[in-house]
């Protein structure tokens, strides 16, 4: 079989061909395309990746090109992971909204709607051509905004885009840890959108054990959302958050916190990532070796801001682990392609699963994954509080696809200004014009 891998540049593709290395099963991947439009990334990545298959004797290959066309026939499975904008888009998104005094974070308020805006239209055209070049593959996307672009996508490719992300599954893995079970083996009961969502329960041999995490102060603290959204918090809500909720239970901390640091996190990135393609352009340069160590910095560095804004000291090493977004993707294309039933925490339409949504809209909920795709388990409703914030986001989200079909200024001040962390239409406004003013990308805002 063959994946395409879109932003084949990127630099967490390595972690996507590493697990596939792992994989020895008949049906396996046995053929990788790299498709990016930077040819430089293009080749540094391929690098990391043939010091990684290494003397591994059925390593898929690899092949790298510059052409999407090319890159999308004959994919079996397509995986997404495109940055509009780069970098350098990411940092002018947090600069524009904390000039303001909004977040600027990269999925979650006014910095997530601006990259929306300008990933929706090409993901939308990537859509497409996959519809028309490639009818029968399976896209798996990981484009942040992760449930905006999937449901975009969605409008032109049914339910053969599927949304992932490693946030749910790590801080599920982090509570059964804790609860001293086995994460592999335990039923993770999770709803709500992208970077929104909550644990509501974790099922071991049939019992609920969250209520005794939740009444055990010691062990609230031990973990990393314990310790992001404290005790106190966690049981008055009776559920432990995604870490993005943090953005919202605490957002003037975290706004200072963004705003008092010498630089935000995409401008770290951005820094970084130009030192590791820099040092790959030299031919000597220790290829895997270079590339790990750049990872180990970037993991230990995620989400400092939040940390300290909630006074805590650097991340445990048991907390540095992710859900590992490589793995949920192996393990999706292999329940798909044969037919190997599993459960996976998802993006996908809603269908009937929240009742305060319409069936097309994307959530992230646990889903069984078999041949025929992913289908969303039943799930009983959130509390209001939760629903009204889903409910809110989602309409926003709904504003921005808008926004993106009819190149409406009004359209796009409309989602700035509805979004519970910008709390202002005259902010939202000049919002649109500063990020329409750094993105060449947003010039399509130019109607009323």
Same mark, same amino acid.
């Given at each position: 079989m063959r994946l395409t891998i879109l932003g084949g540049g990127g630099f967490r593709v390595p972690l996507v061909y590493g697990a596939l290395l792992g994989d020895h099963a008949e049906g396996r991947i046995t053929d990788v395309t790299l498709y990016d439009l930077d040819p430089a990334r293009l080749t540094a990545v391929a690098r990391v990746l043939a010091d990684q298959a290494g003397d591994v004797p059925d390593a898929p290959s690899v092949t790298v090109t510059t052409d999407l066309d090319d890159a999308l026939r004959g994919a079996d499975f397509v995986f997404s992971a495109i940055r509009v904008g780069g970098l350098e888009g990411r940092a002018a998104d947090e600069r524009v909204a904390l000039d303001l005094g909004v977040l600027g974070q990269e999925t979650v308020g006014a910095g997530g709607i601006a990259y929306g805006l300008r990933t929706v239209p090409v993901a939308v055209d990537i859509a497409r051509r996959i519809a028309r070049l490639a009818p029968d593959a399976w896209v798996i996307n990981f484009t942040n905004p992760a449930g905006l672009v999937t449901e975009a996508m969605s409008r032109h490719l049914g339910d053969r885009v599927i949304g992932i992300c490693d946030s749910p599954v790590g801080l599920g893995r982090r509570v059964a840890r804790v609860l001293g079970a086995d994460p592999d083996e335990a039923g993770i009961d999770y709803v709500g959108l992208n970077h929104l969502g909550w644990l509501r329960g974790l099922r071991v041999a049939g019992r609920d054990e969250l209520p005794r995490l939740l009444a055990d102060t010691e062990a609230l603290g031990s973990f990393e959302e314990g310790r992001l959204f404290g005790p106190e918090w966690l049981r008055s809500l009776g559920m432990i958050p995604n870490e993005y909720l943090h953005y919202y239970y605490f957002n003037r901390e975290t706004v200072r916190a963004y705003q008092d640091a010498e630089q935000t996190r995409g401008a770290f990135l951005r820094d970084q990532q130009a030192r590791f393609y820099e040092e790959m352009a030299r031919p000597g340069a220790p290829a895997l070796r270079t590339w790990d160590r750049t990872r180990a910095e970037r993991e230990a560095t995620y989400m400092t801001e939040n940390r300290e804004s909630a006074g805590l000291g650097e991340r445990d090493e048991s907390d540095l682990e992710s859900g590992g977004y490589e793995q949920v993707a192996l393990a999706l294309m292999r329940a798909i392609a044969l037919d190997e039933r599993t459960t996976l925490i998802l993006n996908v339409r809603n269908r009937t699963t929240l009742r305060a949504l319409d069936?097309?809209?994307?959530?992230?909920?646990?889903? @069984?994954?078999? $041949?025929?795709?992913? !289908?969303? @388990?039943?799930? $009983?409703?959130?509390? !209001?509080?939760?629903?009204?914030?889903?409910?809110a986001v989602k309409g926003v989200e709904r504003e921005i696809l808008a926004a993106a079909e009819s190149g409406s200024r009004a359209t796009a001040v409309k989602a700035f200004a509805l979004h519970p962390l910008v709390d202002s239409v005259n902010i939202a406004r000049r919002l649109v014009d500063g990020y329409t003013a750094e993105h060449p990308a947003l010039a399509y805002l130019n109607r009323t």
């Amino acid at each position: 079989m063959r994946l395409t891998i879109l932003g084949g540049g990127g630099f967490r593709v390595p972690l996507v061909y590493g697990a596939l290395l792992g994989d020895h099963a008949e049906g396996r991947i046995t053929d990788v395309t790299l498709y990016d439009l930077d040819p430089a990334r293009l080749t540094a990545v391929a690098r990391v990746l043939a010091d990684q298959a290494g003397d591994v004797p059925d390593a898929p290959s690899v092949t790298v090109t510059t052409d999407l066309d090319d890159a999308l026939r004959g994919a079996d499975f397509v995986f997404s992971a495109i940055r509009v904008g780069g970098l350098e888009g990411r940092a002018a998104d947090e600069r524009v909204a904390l000039d303001l005094g909004v977040l600027g974070q990269e999925t979650v308020g006014a910095g997530g709607i601006a990259y929306g805006l300008r990933t929706v239209p090409v993901a939308v055209d990537i859509a497409r051509r996959i519809a028309r070049l490639a009818p029968d593959a399976w896209v798996i996307n990981f484009t942040n905004p992760a449930g905006l672009v999937t449901e975009a996508m969605s409008r032109h490719l049914g339910d053969r885009v599927i949304g992932i992300c490693d946030s749910p599954v790590g801080l599920g893995r982090r509570v059964a840890r804790v609860l001293g079970a086995d994460p592999d083996e335990a039923g993770i009961d999770y709803v709500g959108l992208n970077h929104l969502g909550w644990l509501r329960g974790l099922r071991v041999a049939g019992r609920d054990e969250l209520p005794r995490l939740l009444a055990d102060t010691e062990a609230l603290g031990s973990f990393e959302e314990g310790r992001l959204f404290g005790p106190e918090w966690l049981r008055s809500l009776g559920m432990i958050p995604n870490e993005y909720l943090h953005y919202y239970y605490f957002n003037r901390e975290t706004v200072r916190a963004y705003q008092d640091a010498e630089q935000t996190r995409g401008a770290f990135l951005r820094d970084q990532q130009a030192r590791f393609y820099e040092e790959m352009a030299r031919p000597g340069a220790p290829a895997l070796r270079t590339w790990d160590r750049t990872r180990a910095e970037r993991e230990a560095t995620y989400m400092t801001e939040n940390r300290e804004s909630a006074g805590l000291g650097e991340r445990d090493e048991s907390d540095l682990e992710s859900g590992g977004y490589e793995q949920v993707a192996l393990a999706l294309m292999r329940a798909i392609a044969l037919d190997e039933r599993t459960t996976l925490i998802l993006n996908v339409r809603n269908r009937t699963t929240l009742r305060a949504l319409d069936e097309e809209a994307v959530i992230e909920v646990p889903c @069984l994954v078999d $041949a025929n795709g992913a !289908h969303p @388990l039943a799930a $009983a409703p959130l509390p !209001h509080h939760a629903t009204g914030l889903v409910c809110a986001v989602k309409g926003v989200e709904r504003e921005i696809l808008a926004a993106a079909e009819s190149g409406s200024r009004a359209t796009a001040v409309k989602a700035f200004a509805l979004h519970p962390l910008v709390d202002s239409v005259n902010i939202a406004r000049r919002l649109v014009d500063g990020y329409t003013a750094e993105h060449p990308a947003l010039a399509y805002l130019n109607r009323t």
